[in-house]
């Protein structure tokens, strides 16, 4: 994340609003037979989305979180490493599970396996993945090219899970900026028996850059049968209330928006409820979190792999403060975790209460 980022993180919750403007919902959000709590979900992110991840968001109002994308072909070899992804507690409930895959016969095979022996909430099925090693497997946003295999996907995952667990897709704005794709994708998508969609704003040829075009989420919207969750830019309590008062979706999915920043569900929460954020995060709680987040991966992981993949959340959770460049060059090269730990301690021990300015380092 850059500069500009955690400057919209500082001033997230600077303006109130009127409540009778914020979006309100005369029912809860339904994604099949299941009822959410809430409306705000955590993106599956490769890397990212561990178990000690979800359980944090879980924690700060999350109304449902999904896992890592899975490989439906290696979930069938019965890879070791595609079951520890597959890996959560009870506590995340209620959680998808997103698989990926081409071909609808693995897809379905897949779908049955991981219900029966998984029982997740949900099981997702990820169309937008850009990069190009799942491009190559005909899976992830290379669907986009072929909207009605997209259905056929859909549609063999339903039959071979008798229906008993909602089917869901995420999918991108389209290849690139010329095609129309994605509403095909949901014409098909919604005819195969699909729950909802969920829309990252993006084309596949964006990657992860430019801005999200949210006009595409307001428009999927307009011709859904389903539940379009949009997801793109939100980074803030007011990014999200612009995302519901412009498009009108259903939902929100945050990714990148919650790294570093678990807590953003909360105050969105809050935002939405009470018109003014009053969640104030100060750099001792956002290192306390940090600290209790890698005690987390560590206990779930193991040594050494539980720190080495807790590093790219450090970098996210050490910025923005006095020190965090220094902090996070000793941190991050260090493989003795009982220093680690103790450094932390001793800086958090260090730190005001209530310091909430942003020395961006």
Not at 42 to 48: F, I, N, T, V
Not at 99 to 121: C, N, R, T, Y
Not at 186 to 202: D, K, M, N
Request: hydrophobic fraction near 40%; aromatic fraction near 6%; glycine fraction near 8%.
């Amino acid at each position: 994340m850059d500069e500009a980022v955690d400057e919209s993180r500082a001033n997230a919750c600077q303006s109130t609003i009127s409540v009778s403007n914020v979006p309100h919902f005369e029912a809860p959000l339904e994604i099949g037979n299941l009822k959410l709590s809430g409306r705000l979900l955590l993106a599956p992110m490769a890397g990212y989305t561990d178990t000690a991840f979800r359980q944090i968001a879980k924690q700060f109002g999350a109304a449902m979180v999904v896992t890592e994308m899975v490989s439906a072909r290696a979930l069938l070899e019965a890879n070791p490493k595609t079951y520890q992804l597959l890996s959560f507690t009870e506590l995340e409930r209620p959680i998808g599970v997103q698989l990926f895959g081409g071909d609808p016969e693995v897809m379905g095979e897949a779908s049955k396996k991981v219900m029966d022996q998984i029982h997740p909430d949900v099981l997702d099925v990820n169309f937008g993945c850009p990069v190009g090693k799942i491009l190559k497997c005909d899976a992830g946003a290379s669907v986009l090219k072929e909207p009605q295999r997209a259905g056929k996907i859909v549609k063999a995952m339903i039959q071979a899970t008798q229906n008993q667990v909602p089917v869901t897709v995420k999918t991108r704005a389209g290849f690139d900026k010329f095609d129309n794709a994605v509403f095909e994708v949901l014409q098909s998508v919604q005819e195969a028996g699909a729950s909802a969609l969920t829309i990252h704003a993006r084309t596949r040829n964006q990657m992860f850059e430019g801005q999200a075009n949210w006009d595409i989420i307001a428009k999927l919207k307009q011709q859904s049968r389903i539940p379009i969750i949009g997801n793109g830019d939100v980074q803030s309590a007011q990014n999200a209330y612009r995302l519901f008062q412009e498009t009108h979706c259903d939902g929100i999915m945050i990714g990148r928006g919650s790294m570093g920043n678990p807590w953003i569900f909360k105050e969105i929460n809050e935002y939405l409820e009470k018109g003014v954020c009053q969640f104030e995060i100060s750099k001792k709680f956002q290192l306390n979190v940090a600290l209790s987040h890698l005690k987390s991966a560590v206990q779930i992981k193991g040594m050494p792999m539980g720190l080495m993949e807790m590093r790219k959340h450090l970098t996210h959770y050490l910025r923005g403060f006095q020190g965090a460049r220094e902090l996070r060059q000793s941190i991050l090269t260090s493989m003795d975790l009982h220093w680690i730990i103790q450094t932390l301690e001793q800086f958090i021990e260090k730190m005001p209460d209530h310091q909430f300015e942003e020395t961006l380092c």
